[in-house]
């Protein structure tokens, strides 16, 4: 295990999620949690090196999202994960009382993934698939070419790419009005737009007929062997729902990703979020692969 360095380490964390994709929730969309403000602390994040000094895996803890992010390469996770889950738990008490802290942190893993599943549960990890009206489980959806029909706008809406770094406090503002939530910052936004599978024209907003930001869809496209895109995050005000904004919105953000060379494009929700999962499902997004969604609450020092 070694120390994290931002700007340093951010490629190799990358390109080992990009060497095994089908073990990974997030690809493409993977520099967008990269530039977090949770890795502004190096505390927040543990890497292992292999006894070559390659990067056999990694760990963070995503406050934004509550969500512990792992990766691995396969022939490490075996031994790597286990003390992942064990270095996550120390780091969650350390800092619980912090503005890193939470009581409860999440994993998110295939619903395929047998053994990663096992583990989690060896520490101490409950899916959250089932306990009643709380329960909780997600679903990574896919979309094929061809493109989508693109939605009628209502007169004065226009769809346009983000205006830069100059429209990024703006952006700020909608994405916290749109999730309740003050998690975005500027300085994360504008990290964003620097990352590695941004892509400026499938970087998209919504503007309503007075000039205001209306609703925001962000695209990423990873190219490989087979060119992935992947939608995070997106969202809609909420004075502008319920009038076709969203799916005009999505469909202009599938045919940016599309025309910039991605064979599918993919986007996770929760699946009980069903005003979210009606929208991707309307334009043709099916499941590809489930998600379980795994808890454990944090243990305090003397607990």
């Not at 909420?238 to 202009?252: T, V």
Request: proline share 7%; aromatic share 8%.
């Amino acid at each position: 295990m070694r120390p994290y360095t931002r700007g340093r380490d951010d490629a190799a964390m990358l390109a080992l999620v990009l060497g095994d994709p089908a073990a990974n929730l997030h690809t493409a969309d993977l520099p967008y949690r990269l530039c977090s403000w949770a890795l502004d602390d190096p505390a927040n994040v543990a890497l292992w090196d292999d006894a070559r000094g390659r990067l056999a895996g990694w760990a963070t803890l995503q406050t934004p999202f509550w969500t512990i992010d792992l990766a691995f390469r396969r022939d490490s996770e075996a031994d790597l994960l286990p003390r992942a889950l064990e270095w996550a738990d120390r780091r969650a008490a350390a800092a619980r009382a912090t503005s890193y802290g939470h009581p409860a942190w999440y994993v998110n893993a295939f619903a395929d993934q047998g053994d990663r599943l096992r583990r989690l549960e060896a520490a101490g990890y409950a899916c959250q698939a089932d306990v009643g009206e709380d329960s909780w489980s997600r679903v990574l959806l896919e979309r094929h070419a061809p493109p989508p029909d693109r939605g009628v706008l209502p007169d004065g809406f226009v769809i346009r790419p983000l205006a830069g770094e100059r429209e990024v406090d703006a952006y700020v503002e909608l994405h916290r009005e749109t999730f309740e939530s003050r998690n975005m910052t500027p300085a994360w936004r504008r990290r964003t737009l620097l990352a590695p599978h941004h892509r400026p024209e499938a970087d998209l907003v919504l503007v309503a007929p007075d000039g205001r930001l209306a609703g925001f869809c962000i695209g990423w496209l990873a190219e490989g062997s087979v060119p992935v895109g992947q939608i995070e995050p997106m969202g809609i005000a909420c004075p502008y729902r319920d009038r076709g904004l969203g799916a005009a919105l999505l469909a202009e953000g599938v045919h940016a990703l599309l025309a910039a060379g991605a064979r599918h494009v993919t986007v996770e929700t929760d699946t009980f979020r069903t005003p979210a999962l009606g929208l991707y499902e309307s334009l043709r997004f099916a499941p590809a692969r489930g998600v379980l969604v795994y808890r454990k609450d944090v243990d305090l020092p003397g607990d």
